[in-house]
């Protein structure tokens, strides 16, 4: 009797027990999800938020495709007003079910070496001291989700994801060039992490650019962070990924993958130019307190911009790069007008860069030049809060002020190719700033000078076919 009561009890408890846990598990199904946008976003050094990004592929920058040839043409990136270099994957490229001739920069082999094709450690180090010198800071591309198949880390098959029977796998199936890495795995992560410090510490880097950010586990990023800040804390981490945990403690930046999305539907007619600012304010609903996010208009990854929209369209996409809240990109060849394609399956090929192709669109390098000045020179521009404003045809047009102080920019940018005449909600004086990034007039075509200036007064604006203009309040 004494037994029966005993296991009444037992049971009787056990079925509390299990109610206990689902009842647990519902509350907790319904508990909300974590809330990034009350969080503050890492805090980043003031030169991070200052800066200008100019991706390089080694490969394509010059007909040797070296590191030197970079180096020689560092004055000429201080002078444009670069501050951030960005090198894609300098690593050996592995042989093993490679893509095109030479292969994918992304399918490292060595992390801890350097592309012969490139040069020799010295040549780097030269590259970074010299671009120090400069008061330019130097990040890699770190390819931390996937290696080559040959690479020298498969000597420990531990270090891969495997399938059910124990073959190793690609992270993604059209990645066949690449095998994923198992972040489960902590002598793997250990690895990754001595090997990142070693990056630093022996070539005096300033950071890194992480590709596909977002396949890895946010705490090893943060690990890394932490043990990298112990080497060198005042670094720039980029994120290849758009998710608001990566900004809380890891990363100083991301990529706004949404914003270009938006602006590349909007240049190629698909969806009304108020689109950028839907995306961009879901964006900033769900982002940490203060996140900073990289602009960009074109990369590696992406048909160049001027062959996807077009030259003005590709110039006025880059003007709200530079002008939106944020740290802006552009890519090696941009500033020259250059067409040559990157992505794939370029990507995988020797085609350089055609930089002679300046001389038939002096306003792409006179562009680069100007805007990246006016947002030097411009607390606002590089700072400033960012206030959307209503005008009178925000299917084609988008008009927005930052302001930091008592400095206050005004951008109207026309996303369509037809021209404007209206007018944007404001008041206040206004002068206008605009670089003078067109071809310049014949010295004796008054007719034509006389017909450039006669623009209308703010609030009234006009605009031409993708033309954008700037006005700086008095």
């Not at 909300?32 to 003031?46: H, I």
């Not at 970074?128 to 400069?134: D, L, P, Y």
């Not at 992490?193 to 977002?214: Q, T």
């Not at 914003?259 to 909007?266: E, L, R, T, Y």
Request: include cysteine; charged fraction near 25%.
């Amino acid at each position: 009797m004494k037994h029966k009561t005993l296991y009444k009890f037992f049971i009787s408890n056990i079925v509390v027990l299990l109610l206990l846990t689902s009842f647990s598990s519902v509350i907790k199904s319904q508990q909300p999800t974590r809330d990034f946008s009350k969080e503050n976003a890492r805090m980043s050094q003031e030169w991070v938020k200052d800066a200008v990004i100019y991706e390089i592929y080694p490969r394509q920058y010059s007909q040797k495709g070296d590191f030197n040839s970079i180096t020689s043409d560092l004055d000429r990136l201080k002078n444009l007003g670069v501050t951030v270099l960005w090198l894609m994957p300098i690593h050996p490229i592995g042989k093993e079910k490679s893509k095109g001739t030479i292969g994918s920069p992304y399918a490292v082999k060595d992390y801890y070496a350097i592309n012969s094709d490139y040069g020799t450690k010295a040549d780097l180090q030269k590259l970074i001291a010299e671009a120090h010198k400069r008061e330019m800071k130097v990040i890699i591309d770190m390819v931390a989700n996937h290696t080559a198949w040959d690479s020298v880390m498969m000597k420990n098959k531990a270090f891969y994801t495997q399938d059910k029977t124990g073959n190793i796998i690609p992270p993604v199936a059209d990645w066949k060039d690449v095998a994923d890495l198992n972040y489960d795995n902590a002598e793997l992560r250990k690895y990754m992490i001595e090997m990142l410090k070693s990056w630093v510490s022996e070539y005096d880097l300033d950071g890194f650019r992480c590709d596909v950010a977002g396949f890895i586990p946010t705490d090893f990023w943060e690990a890394a962070r932490t043990e990298v800040d112990k080497i060198k804390p005042n670094t720039i981490w980029l994120a290849e990924w758009e998710s608001p945990d990566l900004l809380v403690k890891a990363f100083d930046l991301d990529y706004s993958w949404a914003n270009h999305s938006a602006m590349m539907n909007v240049l190629q007619g698909n969806v009304p130019a108020s689109e950028i600012r839907r995306v961009w304010e879901a964006d900033k609903a769900k982002m940490p307190k203060a996140a900073l996010r990289m602009r960009f208009s074109d990369n590696h990854d992406e048909r160049r911009a001027i062959a996807r929209f077009g030259e003005k369209a590709a110039l006025a996409a880059q003007a709200l790069v530079f002008t939106l809240d944020g740290v802006p990109m552009f890519y090696n060849g941009m500033e020259a007008g250059d067409t040559t394609e990157s992505g794939a399956p370029a990507l995988f090929e020797k085609m350089p860069i055609f930089w002679q192709i300046a001389e038939r669109r002096p306003e792409f390098p006179r562009f680069y030049e100007q805007m990246i000045a006016l947002r030097r020179n411009s607390a606002a521009l590089r700072r400033g809060d960012l206030t959307w404003l209503k005008n009178s045809d925000e299917t084609k047009v988008l008009t927005f002020t930052r302001k930091s102080g008592n400095e206050e920019i005004l951008v109207a940018i026309n996303f369509s190719n037809q021209p404007f005449f209206g007018a944007v909600e404001l008041s206040g004086n206004y002068d206008e700033i605009t670089p003078n990034v067109g071809a310049p007039l014949p010295p004796d075509d008054d007719k034509m000078k006389a017909k450039s200036q006669a623009k209308a007064a703010l609030p009234t604006i006009s605009l031409e076919a993708f033309g954008f203009r700037i006005f700086k309040k008095k």
